[in-house]
């Protein structure tokens, strides 16, 4: 499975961004999927997840009630809705894939390359 995340850019802080992670391969409906970001200088931490049903969905206690995590398998796509952003959440942010729902980024098999997403103050 190959992913590749796009929609990062450039935002005021309070603007929302909406993240995308298409992959290229129809078994990515069977993956869970995750988020993580890693800001300069930092170890590369844990956003969000989404099992591979959408059913159940998980977030970081930093972005929690801002950040909304998606899915649409027809599409082979996942997303991540960033709104009321803050400097602090400028980072690369990754998509990844994994056979296990969890919030560690050991267990995830498949990575996509990174968007860069700054929040200005």
């Known amino acids: 499975v190959q992913l590749q995340a796009s929609g990062g850019g450039l935002v005021q802080a309070g603007g929302s961004l909406r993240l995308s992670c298409a992959a290229s391969?129809?078994?990515?409906?069977?993956?869970?999927m995750g988020w993580f970001r890693q800001a300069p200088g930092k170890e590369r931490e844990f956003v969000a997840r989404?099992?591979?049903?959408?059913?159940?969905?998980d977030y970081a206690d930093a972005v929690k009630g801002r950040f909304t995590i998606s899915r649409d398998n027809g599409k082979d796509t996942g997303y991540l809705q960033m709104n009321t952003l803050k400097p602090e959440d400028t980072a690369v942010y990754y998509c990844?894939?994994?056979?296990?729902?969890?919030?560690?980024?050991?267990?995830?098999?498949?990575w996509g390359q990174g968007t860069q997403v700054t929040v200005s103050s």
């Open positions: 391969d129809n078994i990515f409906s069977r993956y869970n």
């Open positions: 990844a894939a994994s056979r296990s729902l969890t919030r560690s980024s050991v267990f995830y098999d498949y």
């Open positions: 989404i099992s591979w049903t959408g059913s159940t969905t």
